[in-house]
């Protein structure tokens, strides 16, 4: 179970991709009409049992799809507006207003038969229209989205969005001398089955001046980064994979890509550990589970627009150093481990979630202390070694001399257990309180 959690997630793929907006007829007449027509169409939206008010701006509806003024929409789902200047098609700078909150980033342009959710372009059934100076999105988009599920109920031309349940996950805080931080405990690879992600997450969010994480993923995006990347994981003595591992491992690495339609070779310029993080990914990805669906992307969303500064507590330099320190044997090991069952490999994974799911301490505890039992030198490297400096890191962040608030996103399997960050806080002296 030890080799399926290392905490380290190779360079992510994040297409930030903007279609711009093709001009669209709007649904609404134009003038006098426009009153006539919303009066007739209007509809109520109720958020989680409670009337959303809309002042003197009613919702309606258009081709079927639901239309609703934007800014009392956004204020009542918790999501923050900031603007920002987009190139339109005529070349010139349009500012748009740009939504976001804890793993939600959206852009509605007026007459778009596209928006742009979470950093993606989306067709929309109606374009957004802007009536009267007040721009009216398509209503089921956003909140599908936001984390809400939606129903329309026709005979009283309502509209309900009910928030979708979510795990309890993994929240502490800690505070000093007008200084808090917040550690939440990650699944760097995650599903579908985790988001929304817990409202104490986003309270925290909400509240934060400083985000940090283990790494900031939006260095490995950048062409710079991924080329790092691959330079690390790649062999640079005139050696190939199979010079570093066994026959038979060599012969089951064969047989596992070509599982995924590969070539038997595919992976011979990587290191035994870079070959089996990226079986892993493969294994995984094909399942669902990814790291595009990991805590920390959703977390990034929206940072820029919001200017909320970024730390790292480690890097990318560090966490690949940490993989090459592992002997030959712990490296084919971890090939070993990905080259199984690809069921038990899913069902220890599940096994994580599930405990993330279920926000069980006692459960994380255990399964981090196992680890030792299992390799004492992967334990050491990939857990002790680790937890040690990023508790000093938090510490010289809660002793620091300005009052501020930190959110601090690092794997669960670091936070609990004998030598877990949470422990060490606790060991010397802070009060550390789960939430």
């Given amino acids: 179970m030890k080799k399926r959690f290392?905490?380290?997630?190779?360079?992510?793929?994040?297409?930030?991709?903007?279609?711009?907006?093709?001009?669209?007829?709007?649904?609404v007449p134009a003038?006098?009409?426009?009153?006539?027509?919303?009066?007739?169409?209007?509809?109520?939206?109720?958020?989680?049992?409670?009337?959303?008010?809309f002042g003197d701006t009613e919702p309606f509806v258009v081709q079927?799809?639901?239309?609703?003024?934007?800014?009392?929409?956004?204020?009542?789902?918790n999501i923050r507006t900031d603007e920002m200047d987009i190139p339109s098609e005529d070349g010139d700078a349009l500012t748009v207003t740009v939504g976001t909150k804890l793993g939600l980033y959206a852009i509605f342009v007026p007459e778009s038969p596209v928006a742009e959710i979470n950093y993606q372009s989306v067709d929309l059934p109606v374009p957004a229209l802007l009536v009267d100076g007040e721009l009216y999105i398509p209503v089921r988009v956003l909140a599908e989205a936001a984390g809400y599920n939606v129903q329309w109920d026709g005979a009283n031309r309502t509209v309900f969005l009910e928030r979708k349940p979510s795990g309890e996950g993994f929240i502490w805080e800690v505070k000093h001398d007008g200084v808090t931080v917040y550690l939440v405990g990650s699944i760097h690879l995650g599903d579908d089955?985790?988001?929304?992600?817990?409202?104490?997450?986003?309270?925290?969010?909400?509240?934060?001046?400083?985000?940090?994480?283990?790494?900031?993923?939006?260095?490995?995006?950048?062409?710079?980064g991924q080329a790092f990347m691959l330079q690390a994981m790649s062999l640079q003595d005139g050696t190939t994979l199979k010079d570093h591992v066994t026959e038979e491992t060599y012969r089951l690495i064969g047989e596992k890509l070509a599982e995924f339609g590969l070539p038997e070779n595919a992976f011979d310029t990587f290191k035994p550990w870079a070959a089996a993080q990226s079986i892993n990914s493969l294994v995984l990805s094909d399942s669902g589970i990814t790291a595009n669906t990991g805590i920390e992307m959703l977390f990034l969303m929206g940072t820029d627009v919001r200017k909320l500064?970024?730390?790292?507590?480690?890097?990318?330099?560090?966490?690949?150093d940490l993989f090459d320190r592992f002997p030959p044997d712990v490296q084919e090991n971890l090939l070993l481990d990905v080259l199984g069952d690809k069921e038990a490999l899913l069902a220890d994974m599940q096994e994580l979630l599930d405990i993330w799911l279920?926000?069980?301490?006692?459960?994380?505890?255990?399964?981090?202390?196992?680890?030792?039992?299992?390799?004492?030198?992967?334990y050491r490297l990939m857990l002790l070694e680790r937890n040690i400096n990023m508790t000093e890191k938090i510490k010289e962040y809660l002793e620091g001399d300005e009052p501020a608030t930190y959110l601090i996103v690092i794997g669960a399997l670091h936070m609990v257990g004998k030598d877990g960050i949470v422990t060490m806080l606790e060991e010397d002296g802070y009060s550390v309180v789960r939430r």
């Fill in 6 to 27: 290392a905490a380290f997630v190779a360079a992510l793929i994040l297409a930030l991709a903007f279609a711009t907006p093709a001009q669209a007829q709007t649904a």
């Fill in 31 to 53: 003038g006098a009409a426009q009153a006539d027509y919303q009066a007739a169409y209007a509809v109520q939206i109720f958020v989680d049992g409670e009337p959303v008010d």
């Fill in 64 to 77: 079927g799809s639901t239309l609703a003024p934007m800014a009392p929409l956004y204020e009542k789902l």
């Fill in 193 to 224: 089955r985790m988001y929304p992600l817990p409202l104490s997450f986003e309270a925290a969010y909400d509240v934060a001046d400083v985000l940090g994480f283990e790494v900031d993923l939006r260095k490995a995006l950048t062409p710079e």
């Fill in 309 to 320: 500064p970024v730390i790292e507590l480690e890097s990318m330099e560090y966490q690949v």
């Fill in 358 to 378: 279920a926000g069980d301490d006692a459960e994380l505890a255990e399964m981090a202390d196992a680890q030792e039992l299992e390799d004492e030198e992967y």
